[in-house]
């Protein structure tokens, strides 16, 4: 008998990307593996694994109907996920880099898309938010922006910004490594592929 294995996302504090086979933890939700049996003919394929695109070419172009129009330099691999919570859709595509000589990777970038009928307007998707990166609303530091025409929100290594209802988008940066400018240009060029 062989197995194959399933994931799913079980709360937003803490989120494991498969990277070669090995599992990481980052700062996005938790995917956890359940062991299920499979036939040889028909292996599953698991909800939120990642598909590597190797290219550059590759790397700016579309995520679930969103052209990606700019990239900061320094970026490394891409890879796509897709997954759920409190019944919103996210897709994503997270760049990182590594590993390192202690075998961990670093997430450079992140866009996402994020649908689902509780984004209904600007001030809903910052509740929703507040409450899926686990943030205290008296507390979190957000200065509002304007993203392109969207209304939106900016952290120090982040940026939210509400399309129309139902959707709405995020990019995360790495600060440590990249600009508020590298944040903020990445953020202008993800948009609906439509209005490009």
Known sequence: MSFSMSWSVVRPAT???VIGGAITATALGTLLPTATAATPAAPA???GLHRTTPSTQQRACILDGFAIDH???GIGTPSDFEYEWEDVVFHSRVWETGP???GATKVDLT????RGEKVIDLEALRTFLTEYHEQDPATWELTAVDVAGYGGYRADDQVFFFISPGIAA???IDRTRFTEDD???TAMGFHPEDTA
């Open 45 to 47: 394929t698991p909800s």
């Open 111 to 114: 866009v996402k898309t994020i």
């Open 71 to 73: 990239l900061p330099g």
């Open 170 to 172: 995020e990019v995360s």
């Open 100 to 102: 390192d000589p202690e």
């Open 183 to 185: 944040l903020l240009t």
């Open 15 to 17: 989120r494991r990307i």
